[in-house]
Antibody, heavy 122, light 109 residues
Framework: QVTLRESGPALVKPTQTLTLTCTFS??????????VSWIRQSPEKALEWLAR???????YYSTSLETSLTISKDTSKNQVVLTMTNMDPVDTATYYC??????????????WGRGILVTVSS | SSELTQDPAVSVALGQTVRITCQGD??????ASWYQQKPGQAPLLVIY???NRPSGIPARFSGSSSGNTASLTITGAQAEDESDYYC????????????FGGGTKLTVL
């Protein structure tokens, strides 16, 4: 059974750095083809893909946010960590991690965590 | 980057068939995947690949594609299908990045 769970602070102040952890089970990020993405959803409801890390440690970032994002993994702990620097109130959103499949003709997220609401406010 | 466009809202009478569409250049070379999201819940994958349903997704959900447009069809919509629906594909300008449509609010009348 595949599960993912996000953890981190519910509230951060503007300019601070956000660190979120995705702890998963039911698969291994050392298995060829496995990927995990971070996705967020603003209160206005749009889903936005943020970053992805692959089994071989390849990393990909949203073009608009790549200067502020860092993704990493700890395979032994089954965890993926996302850091986002210089947080702003517009970054207030629910942050999800999701198992990701990047196949020749399709790209999809088959399991999602429940999400964590992060509010950016002083 | 590329974009996926969805109609903001669609309605369907109970038991009727509804099609939700998603348009974008990425869809000329990639299948869309579709997600259902109910209030307060994470998105749930309902269609991926050419027309594949994960285990537990009812057969009334199906996917299709033509040119730059992908469609999610619900045949015989049920009250519990009232949700937000999002499409996703890859960014054609950077194929390892994902993109989402803006979402469609489906109302079952």
């Amino acid at each position: 059974q595949v599960t993912l769970r996000e953890s981190g602070p519910a509230l951060v102040k503007p300019t601070q750095t956000l660190t979120l952890t995705c702890t998963f089970s039911g698969f291994s990020l050392s298995t060829s083809g496995m990927c995990v993405s971070w996705i967020r959803q603003s209160p206005e409801k749009a889903l936005e893909w943020l970053a992805r890390i692959d089994w071989n440690d390849d990393k990909y970032y949203s073009t608009s946010l790549e200067t502020s994002l860092t993704i990493s993994k700890d395979t032994s702990k089954n965890q993926v960590v996302l850091t986002m620097t210089n947080m702003d109130p517009v970054d207030t959103a629910t942050y999800y991690c999701a198992r990701t499949w990047d196949l020749p003709l399709s790209y999809y997220f088959d399991y999602w965590g429940r999400g964590i609401l992060v509010t950016v406010s002083s | 980057s590329s974009e996926l466009t969805q109609d903001p809202a669609v309605s369907v009478a109970l038991g009727q068939t509804v099609r939700i569409t998603c348009q974008g250049d990425s869809l000329r070379r990639n299948y869309a995947s579709w997600y259902q999201q109910k209030p307060g819940q994470a998105p749930l994958l309902v269609i991926y690949g050419k027309n594949n349903r994960p285990s537990g997704i009812p057969a009334r959900f199906s996917g299709s594609s033509s040119g730059n447009t992908a469609s999610l069809t619900i045949t015989g919509a049920q009250a519990e299908d009232e949700s937000d629906y999002y499409c996703n594909s890859r960014d054609i300008s950077s194929s390892h990045r994902g993109i989402f449509g803006g979402g469609t609010k489906l109302t079952v009348l």
